[in-house]
């Protein structure tokens, strides 16, 4: 028996193999299905069935692909429909796997179609549970995603309290469990940094788990939620309708552009340049008008935030060597019209006598000096819960992820300061807002991090402006 969790980290999800015999299952796998085809034949395996725990809205997922490769059917609990081939089970409904059992637990309240999958041993012992966006460590799925639904989100929350006791809780003790996302995915609030627990250990520390009313369960899951990403919506559209063929996808992103390719494509297609080097590589230098969103970082998650049109063409400057990875973490949230990348780079760029443009960068302690002594306009582009747990005193929190809601606030004259925790998220925003025209922006290196450790004022309470 081999129980293998594919952990992605850029995206926080976690997606599975399972094999006995050999006959294996696949569970919510990524757009690259020739991780899990290779693992396959690796192991001389036959993939049986690829199982989805529900129609993922952070990530196009692999399933179309993967079933078109190999025949595995592919299996949605009860509630979900679909443009493609598959089976939709009902509750309870077995699928044998070599000696394995995988039992279907429906489990509504993410969404209506959830569905946790428990794997059992040849003797039907209950041996762990892949649970999707029902149950992560230290949190459940948010319930909010739900495609074309008339539920509100309290009423969905209720579904989830039902499913988590009457289905989820009742399991031994001892069973492990297999989320479908960690820490940094926006499927949930709280989400723990660890990939698997036992159920046991998750009903002491979980208060999803704890023992509560179902109104107080429902307050506390629908408390604070952010809005959902906009791209959330248009990837469960292609998990449930499907999607173009990933290898084409990869062979159309990968194409080496010349410096004139890119003018032409520019001029032609409303393209956008992806700057996806280092921050500090992009503030130095950067094809003027180009987009910064780094490789180096929750690359995917961010593209699906900022850049609203799924069908948006770009042309990547990239690392050299790093091209095929950028394609397809972009595939991974549904961004499949890559017109290929800069061959050579900045440097060919520049060697072609094309201008360059940049973004003046300072590091903490320089920020620190100049906010002794002058009143400066700062943007904390932190999320908000970074900035309610601390920030600098009077200064206002403007997210990334809502950049478009506060950017027309300001002026396009006046000049900013920018950070973030890291410096990664900062030259994101000042990349946007430099495209947008503002004139004179300043990024801080090394983000609040470096910042909160000089001497400037920090507080823990709004901004009153």
């Known amino acids: 028996m081999i129980i293998e969790q594919l952990y992605t980290s850029c995206l926080a999800q976690g997606a599975y193999y399972i094999q006995s015999e050999n006959e294996c299952a696949i569970i919510d796998p990524l757009r690259e299905y020739t991780t899990y085809t290779d693992l396959a034949n690796k192991n001389n395996a036959k993939i049986k069935y690829i199982f989805e725990t529900h129609f993922h809205a952070d990530f196009v997922s692999g399933h179309v692909d993967l079933a078109n490769k190999t025949g595995a059917d592919i299996v949605f609990g009860p509630n979900a429909e679909t443009v493609f081939k598959s089976i939709i089970a009902t509750d309870g409904q077995e699928f044998t796997v070599g000696k394995l059992t995988i039992r279907l637990l429906h489990t509504p309240g993410h969404t209506l ?19 999707g966006d029902t149950l992560f460590i230290g949190d459940v799925g948010r319930p909010d995603l739900a495609i074309k639904s008339n539920l509100t989100q309290e009423d969905l929350a209720g ?8 289905k989820l809780m009742p399991l031994p003790d001892k069973v492990i469990v297999y989320p479908g996302h960690g820490a940094g995915s926006a499927c949930g609030k709280n989400m723990s940094k660890e990939t698997f627990d036992t159920l046991g250990n998750q009903k002491k520390v979980n208060y999803a788990l704890a023992n509560i009313s179902k109104e107080s369960f429902v307050k506390e899951l629908t408390t604070g939620i952010l809005p959902a990403p906009q791209y959330f919506a248009k990837n469960a559209m292609l998990n449930k309708s499907g999607y173009d063929n990933f290898d084409k996808v990869k062979e159309n992103g990968c194409k080496s552009l010349s410096v004139e390719d890119v003018k032409l494509l520019l001029n032609s297609s409303n393209a956008i340049i992806l700057d996806v080097r280092k921050p500090s590589e992009f503030a130095n230098e950067h094809i003027p008008h180009s987009i910064f969103i780094g490789i180096d ?25 790093r091209e095929q990875e950028v394609v397809t973490r972009l595939s991974r949230v549904g961004y499949d019209n890559c017109l290929g990348y800069l061959q050579g780079g900045i440097e060919e760029w520049k060697s072609k006598g094309n201008g360059i443009d940049s973004i003046h960068s300072i590091n903490a302690v320089e920020f620190y000096e100049n906010y002794q002594t002058n009143k400066l306009e ?29 950017k027309d606030s300001l002026s396009k004259e006046k000049e900013y300061h ?13 990349s946007l807002l ?32």
């Open 159 to 166: 579904m989830l309290y039902d499913s988590l006791r009457n």
């Open 113 to 131: 179609e959830s569905s946790c999958f428990l794997l059992l041993s040849e003797n039907k012992e209950p041996l762990c549970v892949f649970t």
């Open 378 to 406: 700062v943007l904390d582009v932190r999320k908000p819960g970074e900035y309610e747990s601390s920030h600098i005193d009077g200064v206002c929190s403007k997210p990334l992820d809502f950049i478009d809601d506060w």
């Open 297 to 321: 970082g929750q690359f995917a998650p961010w593209v699906g935030v900022l850049i609203k049109d799924l069908k948006q063409a770009i042309i990547l400057v990239a690392p050299e060597g």
């Open 434 to 465: 430099k495209r947008d025209g503002f004139k004179q922006l300043i990024d801080v290196a090394g983000g609040y991090a470096s910042i909160s450790k000089t001497e400037i004022k920090t507080v823990a309470v709004a901004c009153s402006k």
């Open 418 to 430: 920018i950070h973030c925790a890291g410096g990664y998220r900062s030259m994101i925003a000042a």
